[in-house]
C-alpha cells in the first residue's frame, strides 16, 4: 500500500491502484466469472437435453404462455429454437449474477476502501480524488469485457449462431455495466460498505422483479412461442437486456440503453466523490438516541442491533417466497401435467410428491437460501467487527471471544427461524383460498431448508474461526454455489452425485408414505458438531483485524 501511496502521484497511480485491485481480486473476481460462464454452459446442456425435439419447446412455450406469472421467474420466449429457448432459461440469471459481481466490486473498492482507512492514505498523496474511483471503474469493465467474452464462446462453442451469441454476451454484459453504476452511486450515498451493498442489491431485485412483471403482462404471439414485453419491462435494465432477443432479432440497441444508464450513473458519482468529505455520505447518518435501550446492555443485544435490519430484510423476503409457493401451486400443476421435462424435475425435488408439492419444495429452496443468506451475512458481520476495530473494544470487557462468536451464533440461527416462520405464515396467507392441503408440505419443506441453512451458518463459523480473511468470500461462494446446483441441477440434468451436495436438496419433503427425511440428521449432524467446533477453535485465535 505504501508503495501505491508514493507512486499515485502522477497519472500512473490509476495503473498501479488497477495492478492492486486486481492482485486482491485474483480469486474472488474469477471464481464470479467462471461460475457464471459454467451456468451458461449447463444451460445448453439442459437443454439438449430436456428439450431436444421441437415439439417439446414448442409445448414448453405454450404452456408458459398460458401462464404468463411463470415468466415472472424466467425469461422472455422469442421463439422455439434451441438457442432461443436456452436463452429464454438462462439470460436473466446470467444477467443477475453479473450485476451481482459489478456492484459488490465497485463498493467493495470505493466505499469500503474509505472504511478501512486506506483511501485515506492514498488521498494523503497529490493524486486527484477521482484517481481510485477511475481504477475502480477500469477494474469493472475489465471484469464485464472478460465475463462477456467467454459466455459469447460457449454460445457459439454449442454451435448457436455468431451473431445472436455475441448479443447474448452484450446483453450480460449491459447489465454488469449498468450495476456498476449502481454500485458506485450507491457508495457515494451512504456512508457504510453494508448500507451501500444492501441498496444496490434493493435496487437489483425491485429491476428483476419489474422485468419479470413486464414480461407476464405482455402480449403473446398467436403460435404462442414469442412474448412482446409491456411497457414495464422497459424500465428495468434486466428487460433491456431480454429484449435484445438473441437468436431472434439480436437487436443491440435495447443492451446500449443499460450501458448508458451505467455510464450517467458512474457520471454522477463521479460529481459526487469530487465534493463530498472522505469517509461522509450524502445522505446524512442518523443521530443516536440520548440514552441506550436496555436492549444493548448485552453483546448479544448489540449484535442483534446491528444485523436486524438486514434480517428484517431477508424475513419479507420469505413471507413473500412462502406466499408464491401455495398460490401458484395450481398454476404449476398445469404445467406439470403437460410438460414431461418439468414434471420430471418437480418429482426429482419432491421425491415423487406430486406436481404441487414438488413446487413448494421448489419455492421453498429459495426460502433456505434466503436464510442461509441472512446467517452467512451474520456471522460475516463478526468478521467486519474485527477488522473495523470495533470488536476489540467488546473483548477487553469482561466478554471472552468464544462468548463474543457464540452470540453471533446465536443471532444467526435466529435469523434462520424468522425467515423460515415467515415463509410459512405467507403460505398460510397464500392457501387461504385453497384447501389448505399444501401447508403440510410447506412446514416440513421450511424446517428442512432451516436446518440446511444451518450449514451454511457453521460453514462460514468455521472458516471465520481457522481463516479469517477469506470468511466473506468463501460465505457467500458456498451458498452461490450450492445454490446453482440445487436449483438447477435437476433442471440441467446435472449428475445425482453432484446435485445431491448440495445442502438445500437434502431437506426432507411429504411423501406419498409419510415424510421422506432424506439427509435431514447428516445436515443437522454437520451443523451441531461444526456450531461447536467453531467455539472450541475460537477459545485459540487470537483477533486477525487485518482485512
Known amino acids: 500500500m505504501s508503495t501505491i501511496a508514493a507512486t499515485a502521484t502522477s497519472g500512473s497511480g490509476a495503473l498501479h491502484l488497477l495492478r492492486q485491485r486486481l492482485r486482491r481480486d485474483r480469486v474472488q473476481l474469477p471464481l464470479w466469472i467462471l461460475g457464471t460462464v459454467a451456468l451458461a454452459a449447463s444451460a445448453v446442456g439442459g437443454v439438449v437435453e430436456s428439450y431436444g425435439d421441437l415439439d417439446g419447446r414448442i409445448t414448453v412455450l405454450a404452456t408458459v404462455m398460458a401462464n404468463p406469472v411463470i415468466l415472472m421467474f424466467r425469461g422472455l420466449p422469442s421463439g422455439s429454437g434451441e438457442a432461443q429457448v436456452a436463452l ?3 439470460l436473466p440469471f446470467l444477467a443477475m449474477l453479473a450485476a451481482f459481481m459489478s456492484t459488490f466490486l465497485a463498493v467493495r473498492h470505493t466505499r469500503t476502501e474509505e472504511e478501512q482507512g486506506r483511501a485515506e492514505l492514498i488521498s494523503a498523496t497529490p493524486a486527484a480524488r477521482v484517481t481510485p474511483l477511475v481504477a475502480t471503474i477500469v477494474h469493472g469493465v475489465l471484469a464485464n469485457i472478460v465475463l462477456a467474452v467467454l ?11 455468431a451473431p445472436g451469441s455475441w448479443v447474448s454476451a452484450l446483453a450480460v454484459a449491459s447489465v454488469g ?8 452511486l450507491a457508495a457515494q450515498l451512504v456512508r457504510t460498505s453494508r448500507g451501500a451493498n444492501s441498496l444496490a442489491v434493493w435496487i437489483l431485485l425491485a429491476t428483476y422483479v419489474m422485468s419479470g412483471l413486464g414480461n407476464a403482462l405482455g402480449t ?10 409491456s411497457w414495464l419491462a422497459w424500465l428495468s435494465p434486466f428487460g433491456w437486456a431480454e429484449n435484445t432477443r438473441p437468436y431472434a432479432d439480436d437487436a443491440v440497441w435495447p443492451a446500449l440503453l443499460g450501458i448508458g444508464v451505467g455510464v450517467v450513473l458512474t457520471a454522477v458519482a463521479f460529481a459526487v466523490q469530487s465534493v463530498r468529505d472522505l469517509g461522509e455520505g450524502i445522505v446524512p447518518q442518523r443521530h443516536g438516541r440520548t440514552w441506550a435501550p436496555a436492549s444493548l446492555g448485552s453483546p448479544m443485544g448489540l449484535v442483534w442491533r446491528m444485523t436486524s435490519g438486514s434480517v428484517l430484510g431477508w424475513a419479507i423476503g420469505g ?4 406466499l408464491l409457493a401455495t398460490s401458484l401451486a395450481s398454476v404449476i400443476n398445469e404445467i406439470g401435467t403437460k410438460v414431461e421435462a418439468v414434471q420430471r424435475v418437480f418429482e426429482a425435488l419432491s421425491k415423487s410428491g406430486g406436481l404441487e408439492s414438488g413446487m413448494v419444495v421448489i419455492f421453498y ?6 436464510a442461509a443468506c441472512a446467517a452467512v451475512q451474520t456471522v460475516c458481520r463478526a468478521r467486519q467487527e474485527e477488522v473495523h476495530g470495533t470488536a476489540e473494544p467488546v473483548l477487553a470487557t469482561a466478554v471472552d471471544r468464544v462468548r463474543w462468536l457464540a452470540d453471533y451464533l446465536v443471532v444467526a440461527f435466529g435469523a434462520v427461524v424468522l425467515i423460515v416462520a415467515a415463509a410459512i405464515a405467507g403460505s398460510a396467507l397464500g392457501a387461504a383460498h385453497s384447501d389448505g392441503s399444501l401447508m403440510q408440505d410447506a412446514v416440513v419443506a421450511g424446517i428442512g431448508q ?3 441453512a444451518c450449514v451454511f451458518l457453521v460453514l462460514t463459523a468455521l472458516v471465520f474461526v481457522l481463516a479469517p480473511r477469506a470468511t466473506i468470500v468463501v460465505g457467500w461462494m458456498l451458498v452461490m454455489v450450492a445454490l446453482i446446483i440445487g436449483l438447477f441441477g435437476p433442471l440441467f440434468s446435472l449428475p445425482d452425485w453432484l446435485t445431491n451436495l448440495s445442502p438445500f436438496t437434502q431437506t426432507p419433503v411429504l411423501a406419498s408414505d409419510g415424510v421422506d427425511l432424506k439427509g435431514v440428521w447428516w445436515l443437522a449432524g454437520a451443523a451441531a458438531v461444526g456450531a461447536a467446533a467453531s467455539l472450541v477453535l475460537m477459545r485459540r485465535r487470537e483477533l486477525h483485524p487485518t482485512a
Open 88 to 90: 429464454f432459461l438462462i
Open 151 to 161: 459466455v459469447g464462446l460457449v454460445f457459439i462453442g454449442a454451435g448457436y449462431p
Open 177 to 184: 455495466l449498468c450495476f456498476l453504476g449502481v454500485g458506485l
Open 220 to 229: 403473446p404471439s398467436a403460435d404462442l412461442t414469442r412474448m412482446e414485453s
Open 319 to 322: 413471507f413473500l417466497t412462502g
Open 365 to 370: 429452496l429459495m426460502v433456505g437460501v434466503l
Open 450 to 452: 432451516g436446518i440446511a
